[in-house]
């Protein structure tokens, strides 16, 4: 897949993304008797618009985002307003989006093992693809493109062997024997155990690929991938969490991004991977979107939500329409702001060549 061809793909998961967030809102606030003025698909000014009963559908020119605009957010006073119903009604409305996007990668995960796929089984020649910094093979001298022979004088050819050998130093040295341009070399670094290492990385700190690769075609029953697709849901949460708390600690950098991020790693994995990878890259986009847009930030719908919890702890009794407001829109403009500092930190690491992924 060809780079213009990735960021239109990315461009069509995020507007389907937002979609079905937006229906996720728009279904709801039906459900409970809330008035929807209008349900766009991108963002103003407006290309095409009919109105059915109280809602206009549009479609509009800036196709990043949507909306669902429903009447008095946050005036009760108005008959038919979200504002109007009731605190559980509004918990509900102003969550079933990020909801939505929560539970979608419990429909694309499995999808991923059903369809037939080719799989690695084995390989040949193994090499290093990346080593991390202030890692044991960074410090003993391992570089990108080496191809790892020999560990503690075991010959090694799958990663399974080299899981084995590791596996059995941990906490010790090892010895690693790789050729390079033709030469042979021995390097001696220490197997770290896992209280002795950053969170996601391995024993010595690299990455590895079969220059030659074996594969073949595997696929499981609906019920199989519905199992699989719900570990790998799970294990995703933990790999998220994880990094988050590495990054906390300063153990890994804390890489945010924005639109632009998107569509690069989208391009990334389109020129290295093949459907499931950017299958699997959709799903993880729709829980982070989904998770995100629940964080207490004014002018979010985790924003709105915490009003609607104050008011349930005050028993009822609401911070004024207009003081919510005014926050909200106060924490709009900080979100453009942010918005437009990360989107500027995105072009720059384009411009600079840096990749997003390992």
Not at 37 to 49: A, H, T, V, Y
Not at 160 to 188: F, P, Y
Request: aromatic share 10%; glycine share 12%; proline share 5%.
């Amino acid at each position: 897949m060809t780079a213009g061809w990735a960021v239109l793909w990315f461009i069509v998961t995020l507007m389907f993304l937002v979609f079905i967030h937006e229906m996720g809102h728009f279904i709801t606030a039906k459900w409970r008797g809330v008035k929807v003025l209008e349900f766009g698909i991108g963002m103003p000014p407006r290309i095409w618009g009919k109105q059915r009963g109280e809602t206009i559908y549009s479609l509009n020119w800036i196709p990043i985002g949507g909306f669902c605009k429903m009447m008095g957010e946050e005036d009760p006073s108005e008959p038919g307003s979200l504002a109007s119903k009731d605190p559980w009604s509004r918990l509900l409305v102003l969550s079933a989006g990020s909801l939505v996007m929560l539970i979608f990668p419990l429909i694309v995960f499995p999808v991923i093992y059903m369809v037939p796929h080719d799989v690695v089984v084995g390989g040949e020649d193994i090499t290093v693809r990346y080593v991390e910094e202030n890692t044991p093979a960074y410090h003993a001298g391992i570089l990108e493109g080496d191809l790892i022979l020999e560990i503690n004088g075991e010959v090694v050819r799958t990663y399974d062997d080299m899981s084995e050998v590791i596996g059995s130093a941990i906490g010790s040295e090892i010895t690693m024997l790789i050729e390079r341009e033709s030469v042979q070399i021995e390097l001696t670094m220490l197997a770290r155990s896992e209280d002795q290492r950053p969170a996601g990385q391995g024993a010595v700190g690299i990455g590895l690929y079969y220059q030659t690769v074996f594969t073949e075609s595997e696929s499981y029953a609906p019920w199989t991938a519905v199992y699989k697709g719900a570990q790998l849901y799970g294990d995703s949460i933990v790999a998220m969490r994880d990094g988050v708390i590495a990054a906390f600690r300063r153990e890994i950098p804390l890489d945010v991004g924005g639109v632009v991020a998107g569509g690069q790693i989208t391009t990334e994995i389109a020129e290295t991977g093949e459907w499931r990878d950017l299958a699997l890259w959709a799903g993880l986009l729709s829980f982070n979107l989904g998770l995100v847009n629940l964080l207490p930030i004014p002018a979010l719908d985790g924003g709105r939500i915490v009003f609607v919890l104050i008011e349930m702890a005050r028993r009822g009794k609401r911070v004024s329409p207009k003081t919510e407001g005014k926050i909200h829109l106060a924490g709009f403009i900080m979100l453009i702001g942010f918005i437009l500092v990360i989107t500027y930190q995105d072009i720059e690491r384009i411009i600079s060549g840096k990749s997003l992924l390992p």
